[in-house]
């Protein structure tokens, strides 16, 4: 959990994470949350289901609650502070992997398809988060947050990819992330004390107010006289605006329906790790 949480990004080993987000390149921060971060989850998965079998679920399911409910916690409170919004969007991801963490310490088939579906749904969700940001910074030559305004009315396009990705992100129906989230909860009641669930909408409660108080400022209001403008022509804006616009509408179908093949591949692979 110490070796690969750290890739992870799991609290207290999560420093890494926010400090490469600030500084790397757009495309990079996504495929950084979208794989790299999901690789490692994949890793932990494995070795819970030998631990499972060899140490019994007690301590297995105590270390990543621990560690799950520390990083939602850690990434919360984190995104309190507005600062750079790629930075922001890194502590988002801490809490993810966090959420991702308590739901295998729920276990059973409820927490593990919740996990699984929560994964998928967060590198969607993220992706378009990071790969919106990138435009952001080009064209306000900055990653503050407290210095872009009024993206919704100087460029639609990615304000309201980088509104909706954060809706998405922040567990807001209907897209996917809140039907992973419910089936967590849903998850947590069914397996465990009711004072983890309970905990864990709390957490989620402050976690949306955090974060929605950077991209709200971010999206609304009025945008400065001059923007730089980073294209040159249409086709460019339409081939940076295709992977935003397909990402949400996968976010939407997840989060009102789930594809047969992929819940029989989500069901599966539930009973291959059998936790």
């Keep these: 959990m110490v070796g690969y949480g750290t890739k992870v990004g799991l609290a207290p080993m999560h420093t890494w994470l926010p400090d490469a987000h600030a500084e790397a390149p757009s495309p990079a921060s996504a495929m950084l949350s979208a794989a790299l971060l999901n690789t490692g989850m994949y890793a932990i998965i494995r070795f819970l289901a030998i631990a499972h079998g060899r140490l019994g679920s007690t301590y297995p399911r105590a270390v990543l609650l621990s560690f799950g409910f520390a990083s939602i916690v850690i990434g919360a409170l984190f995104m309190v502070r507005r600062g750079n919004f790629k930075r922001l969007f890194a502590y988002s991801s801490v809490e993810h992997m966090g959420i991702i963490a308590v739901a295998l310490g729920f276990g059973g088939v409820l927490g593990l398809y919740g996990a699984l579906l929560q994964t998928l749904n967060h590198a969607l969700a993220k992706a378009v988060l990071f790969l919106s940001s990138g435009d952001v910074s080009l064209r306000y030559r900055t990653r503050e947050a407290s210095q872009v305004s009024g993206l919704l ?123």
């Design 153 to 275: 009315a100087a460029v639609p396009v990615t304000g309201g990819a980088l509104l909706l990705a954060s809706f998405a992100v922040l567990g807001s129906p209907p897209f996917g992330l809140f039907l992973s989230e419910l089936t967590i909860v849903r998850a947590g009641f069914a397996s465990a004390s009711p004072v983890f669930p309970l905990l864990l909408l709390a957490l989620l409660g402050l976690a949306f107010v955090a974060f929605a108080r950077s991209t709200a400022g971010m999206v609304t209001g009025r945008p400065p006289a001059r923007l730089a403008s980073p294209y040159r022509d249409r086709a460019a804006v339409a081939v940076t605006a295709a992977p935003l616009v397909l990402g949400l509408a996968a976010l939407l179908v997840l989060g009102l329906w789930v594809p047969a093949g992929l819940d029989t591949i989500l069901r599966h692979s539930v009973a291959v790790i059998g936790l």
